[in-house]
T-cell receptor
Framework: QKEVEQNSGPLSVPEGAIASLNCTYS??????FFWYRQYSGKSPELIMS????GDKEDGRFTAQLNKASQYVSLLIRDSQPSDSATYLC???????????FGQGTRLTINP | DAGVIQSPRHEVTEMGQEVTLRCKPI?????LFWYRQTMMRGLELLIY????????DSGMPEDRFSAKMPNASFSTLKIQPSEPRDSAVYFC????????????????FGPGTRLLVL
């Protein structure tokens, strides 16, 4: 089992709809969870961080964390073509500073 | 504020040559990370430093790879000798760490160095 798993996609969503991205992780003691967005040819940039169970909202983005199920998700409301990118889920492992990244989900928003 | 700075942005070299990648972290960040990204393997952590000291180098693929951090504002990743399978994008990232930061543990990435070994 991979430490951090994501559906690689591609995930195709019509403009204006909700895009839902999912991630599961293997380490029960993980405390910090991150979603990064990476445009083609660019570096990963932070979208959301979440540390506690429940939902965290920031503009059109909502991160959801369920530590019991070892599951973290990202919802993008009112999807825009500019949201088309690869989304990387990252989890700290074993309480350490290092992050383990999933393979990423490629998201395409269709106008 | 300046972000993480990496150089060169692109490097093309021939097999067997030495390659040195450079990174300047964000000022005040205590942690520095080196990653490699390929289509097949995704984003892999190679090594990370805390206060200039290497903490975990378990991701360094083999002895051909070495990394140093002589001071808080500079790090290098060296490949000697380089091989075609080393072709990838190499990212440097820095982090303020997890204590007392509102975005604890967040890593900020540099623009990357795209390496091609022929």
């Amino acid at each position: 089992q991979k430490e951090v798993e994501q559906n690689s996609g591609p995930l195709s969503v019509p403009e204006g709809a909700i895009a839902s991205l999912n991630c599961t992780y293997s380490d029960r003691v993980s405390q910090s969870f991150f979603w990064y967005r990476q445009y083609s040819g660019k570096s990963p940039e932070l979208i959301m961080s979440i540390y506690s169970n429940g939902d965290k909202e920031d503009g059109r983005f909502t991160a959801q964390l369920n530590k019991a199920s070892q599951y973290v998700s990202l919802l993008i409301r009112d999807s825009q073509p500019s949201d088309s990118a690869t989304y990387l889920c990252a989890v700290n492992m074993g309480g350490a500073q290092k992050l383990v990244f999933g393979q990423g989900t490629r998201l395409t928003i269709n106008p | 504020d300046a972000g993480v700075i990496q150089s060169p942005r692109h490097e093309v070299t021939e097999m067997g040559q030495e390659v040195t990648l450079r990174c300047k972290p964000i000022s005040g960040h205590d942690y520095l990370f080196w990653y490699r990204q390929t289509m097949m393997r995704g984003l892999e952590l190679l090594i990370y430093f805390n206060n200039n000291v290497p903490i975990d180098d378990s991701g360094m693929p083999e002895d051909r790879f070495s990394a140093k951090m002589p001071n808080a504002s500079f790090s290098t990743l060296k490949i000697q000798p380089s091989e075609p399978r080393d072709s990838a994008v190499y990212f440097c990232a820095s982090s303020p760490g997890t204590s007392g930061s509102p975005r604890r543990g967040t890593q900020y990435f540099g623009p990357g160095t795209r390496l091609l070994v022929l």
